[in-house]
């Protein structure tokens, strides 16, 4: 009985400091103590990614009754956050800005691959005759800088909504001849390598599916990924999307 009656005082006094006003404002700042790292959290764990481009990522054509890339990156996800598939089959980088224009409102992540068929389209430089090596260089040169100067009015683009960007590499056609393998694989370093530079001139992540999908069995055909492969790709940009800070960095696998 004697210990009680100063923790008594001591409450009485504190009442009678901060009046009834104070104890309503302490008692909803302490409400919302506890429900605004709730909300806030929630918020920010809520992410929504598009992906842009070819058939890399509209795959479904080729892989039959096997799950597609966005199907398996799905599956992947967090419950609640959401993948939107915008590339289409046998786009090239003219194609993107119309990509674009369907863009969620609610996007937080951008992952684009594209350059692969406009690779194919240039592809007919490889059977040219040259009467030197330093000819030969001179038009895959042409090629390269042309290539370049569409990649980076792309990116210029896509990075234009200020989201998280990741690009991804053009990986190295499985054909089955060995000769033309050599050569496809060759010729894409320079465009690979304009890839590379634009992305990390903009401080974009860098997906490289060289890398990734880097056996026989991640291809459907030549110059398709497989279910196997698309799992890959799927795994690679949930990485990218699971940064908390994404920034220039490279994902290989």
Known sequence: MIDAAPEAS??????????????????????AAVLWPRLSGAGNRMKRVVLLGDSIFDNAAYV????????????????GWRADLNARDGAVMADIPAQMRSLAGSATHLVI???????LLQSGVLDEGAGSMAEALEKLAA????????????????LSRRLPTAVCTIYEPRYPEPRLRKLAATALTLLNDAITREAFARGATLID???ICDRDEDFANPIEPSARGGAKIAQ???GFVQETKP???VITK
């Open 64 to 79: 039959g009754a096997d799950p597609e890339v966005i199907r398996q990156l799905r599956q992947l996800l967090p419950e």
């Open 143 to 158: 090629v390269r800088e042309s290539f370049q100067r569409g990649y980076a009015g792309m990116l210029e683009q896509a």
């Open 236 to 238: 690679a940009i949930l």
């Open 209 to 211: 599916l060289r890398l």
């Open 247 to 249: 920034s220039s960095a």
């Open 113 to 119: 691959s594209i350059g692969g068929n406009d690779a």
């Open 10 to 31: 001591i409450g009485f006094c504190v009442h009678d400091k901060l009046g009834r006003r104070g104890l309503l404002a302490a008692a909803l700042m302490g409400g």
